[in-house]
C-alpha cells in the first residue's frame, strides 16, 4: 500500500487498476493528436468540456455498435427500445426504456453519460415528481387505513 508520500495519482493507480488503463489511453490519444499536428484551441489536449455529448434513441444501424459495447461491458444489448449516449460520435452507453438495463463502455468515463440517460428517460416517462410521490404515499396510507 502506499503511504503518505504518495501523490494521489499514484495511489489512485494502484487502487483502481481500471484507472491506469483509461490514463494509458488517454495519454495514447494525446500523443497521437500532438504527432498529427491538431491541437485544441485552448492549448490543452481536449478536456471533457470539449466533448459533444448526445443522447438519442437507438436506430438500426446502432446495432453492431451495441453489440461491441455489451461485449466490451460483458453483458447483453439490453431490451428495446433504447436510449444510447455518443460522445464525439462513438457509442458509450446505452439504457434500456424497458426495464433499465444499462451497459456502457469500460475503458472510457461514462457515469455520466449514464446519469444523462437516466435523466432523459425520466423525462421521456415522466418520471415520479416528489408531489407524486407524496400523493402515492398518501393513497396507500388512505386505502391502508
Not at 483509461?22 to 491541437?39: C, I, K, P
Given at each position: 500500500?502506499?503511504?503518505?508520500?504518495c501523490s494521489p495519482t499514484v495511489a489512485g493507480?494502484?487502487?483502481?487498476?481500471?484507472?491506469?488503463?483509461?490514463?494509458?489511453?488517454?495519454?495514447?490519444?494525446?500523443?497521437?493528436?500532438?504527432?498529427?499536428?491538431?491541437?485544441?484551441?485552448?492549448?490543452?489536449?481536449?478536456?471533457?468540456?470539449?466533448?459533444?455529448?448526445?443522447?438519442?434513441?437507438?436506430?438500426?444501424?446502432?446495432?453492431?455498435?451495441?453489440?461491441?459495447?455489451?461485449?466490451?461491458?460483458?453483458?447483453?444489448?439490453?431490451?428495446?427500445?433504447?436510449?444510447?449516449?455518443?460522445?464525439?460520435?462513438?457509442?458509450?452507453?446505452?439504457?434500456?426504456?424497458?426495464?433499465?438495463?444499462?451497459?456502457?463502455?469500460?475503458?472510457?468515463?461514462?457515469?455520466?453519460?449514464?446519469?444523462?440517460?437516466?435523466?432523459?428517460?425520466?423525462?421521456?416517462?415522466?418520471?415520479?415528481?416528489?408531489?407524486?410521490?407524496?400523493?402515492?404515499?398518501?393513497?396507500?396510507?388512505?386505502?391502508?387505513?
Amino acid at each position: 500500500m502506499c503511504d503518505r508520500h504518495c501523490s494521489p495519482t499514484v495511489a489512485g493507480m494502484l487502487l483502481y487498476p481500471s484507472l491506469r488503463a483509461e490514463l494509458a489511453q488517454s495519454h495514447s490519444d494525446a500523443l497521437r493528436r500532438a504527432s498529427s499536428g491538431r491541437t485544441q484551441a485552448s492549448g490543452g489536449v481536449g478536456s471533457p468540456a470539449d466533448v459533444a455529448i448526445v443522447i438519442r434513441p437507438n436506430r438500426p444501424e446502432d446495432e453492431r455498435a451495441l453489440e461491441r459495447l455489451a461485449g466490451l461491458d460483458s453483458a447483453s444489448v439490453p431490451a428495446a427500445p433504447l436510449l444510447v449516449a455518443e460522445a464525439d460520435g462513438a457509442l458509450r452507453a446505452a439504457l434500456s426504456l424497458r426495464d433499465g438495463a444499462v451497459i456502457a463502455d469500460p475503458f472510457h468515463r461514462t457515469a455520466p453519460l449514464v446519469s444523462l440517460l437516466v435523466a432523459r428517460s425520466q423525462q421521456l416517462h415522466g418520471g415520479p415528481s416528489r408531489r407524486r410521490r407524496w400523493l402515492a404515499r398518501l393513497r396507500l396510507a388512505i386505502v391502508g387505513a
